[in-house]
């Protein structure tokens, strides 16, 4: 039970066959920072102007750009990161001007753990389908845990990753986003572990993000939605985005 939590949310965990199978998306995304589209090193992210994090790409096309390319090329669900800053003030701007969801961390989170109130208020403002709960975590070494982590992925909370969190948190919202803050920017490789833990006890479709390095290994990657950024040729990297789109329709048609 978490501190706060509603008494009336049922945190049950659900049989294993009560959880529908889905089929791992590509999931395009969009990160902009300082007003351009960029591909950065998340955990070299700080407060202040003096603190630059490690750059691995910048685009000389548009936010727009690249979201008419994915829409071209029939890529669904793709995310549009910002750095944060949504909030129960803000969020229905977005949805009302065409968003499919608003993607939150931070605002829901004080002082180290959930805020069930904040969590049920943008629930009531743009409705459980328009909400993703992005869960970004990374490893402590002294209990071999993965733990959310908030504000620019600075500061760890006390809320660990497992299978009670995920069921509780989805009463709340459409889906999951997770980047391996650890890895994320990185291209050192996906954090195998941390993909299997989402894979085996999200109920809804959850997104990782953070270390792809090539195609082969992506298809490591099958239970679980995927998010690629500073890998693809679009951004700097070695795989090919036109093979990512073509993987990806040949998982949908089969």
């Known amino acids: 039970v978490y501190k706060n ?35 950065i090193v998340g955990s070299t992210l700080k407060d ?3 603190s630059a994090p490690i750059t691995n790409f910048v ?6 750009d690249f979201a008419r390319m994915y829409k071209k090329d029939g890529l669904i669900g793709g995310h549009v990161i910002m750095l944060g800053g949504i909030n129960a003030d803000n969020c229905q701007f977005f949805v009302e001007k065409g968003a499919s969801h608003v993607i939150v961390t931070s605002y829901v989170f004080r002082d180290g753990q959930i805020d069930f109130d904040r969590l049920e208020k943008l629930k009531q403002l743009v409705g459980k389908d328009h909400l993703v709960l992005d869960l970004s ?14 504000d620019r992925w600075q500061k760890f909370t006390t809320t660990s990753i497992d299978e009670a969190l995920f069921h ?6 459409d889906e999951f986003l997770v980047h391996a803050v650890d890895v994320e920017g990185k291209r050192c490789g996906i954090q195998q572990e941390l993909v299997e833990l989402l894979a085996k006890w999200s109920p809804l479709p959850v997104t990782y993000a953070g270390g792809a ?11 679980v939605d995927l998010s690629i950024g500073s ?20 998982r949908v048609e089969n």
């Open 5 to 39: 939590q509603p008494s009336q949310i049922n945190c049950a965990i659900a049989p294993r066959n009560s959880i529908q199978v889905i089929i791992m998306r590509f999931r395009p995304c969009i990160d902009i920072h300082a007003g351009e589209v960029k591909q």
């Open 48 to 50: 202040g102007e003096d």
């Open 59 to 64: 685009a000389s096309q548009s936010a727009g």
């Open 137 to 150: 975590c990374r490893k402590k070494n002294e209990d071999n845990k993965f733990y959310v982590m908030t």
């Open 168 to 173: 509780c948190l989805a009463e709340y919202c």
């Open 213 to 223: 390095s090539s195609l082969i290994l992506i298809r490591l990657v099958l239970q």
């Open 231 to 250: 890998a693809l040729d679009i951004f700097g990297g070695d795989i090919r985005y036109e093979d990512v789109v073509s993987w990806d329709k040949k």
